[in-house]
């Protein structure tokens, strides 16, 4: 059973750049897929950006061409770097984590972390 804990979120203004870190404990992480997924203020869980266990990537639509889902399994960890950060972008961010790949499907997976806040103003 994987135990994922997220980091590195914040306030900042309009225009500029976070990197949330999700450091997994419990098991390696290189047989997971895994992504990040965001819920904002008043709205549903949205899945963010997704990476398989070979390193392939999706965006959601929102996040593609600003945000960069990265793993790094020698340090058990994920990575989402957001640049050019938008006022929608507010949100709590998880990280998730499965054995099978769910891609951008939240409701799918089964391991969760605890979320980091994101406010862009």
């Known amino acids: 059973h994987v135990q994922l804990v997220e980091s590195g979120g914040g306030s900042v203004q309009v225009g500029g750049s976070l990197r949330l870190s999700c450091v997994a404990s419990?098991?390696?992480?290189?047989?997971?897929?895994m992504g990040w997924f965001r819920q904002g203020p008043g709205k549903e869980r949205e899945g963010v950006a997704f990476i398989d266990t070979g390193g392939a990537t999706n965006y959601a639509y929102s996040a593609a061409g600003r945000f960069t889902i990265s793993r790094d399994n020698a340090n058990n960890a994920l990575y989402l770097q957001m640049n050019s950060l938008k006022p929608e972008d507010t949100a709590m961010y998880y990280c998730a984590a499965d054995e099978y790949n769910h891609g951008l499907a939240w409701r799918q997976y089964q391991h969760w972390g605890q979320g980091t806040q994101v406010t862009v103003s």
């Open positions: 419990g098991h390696s992480i290189s047989r997971y897929y």
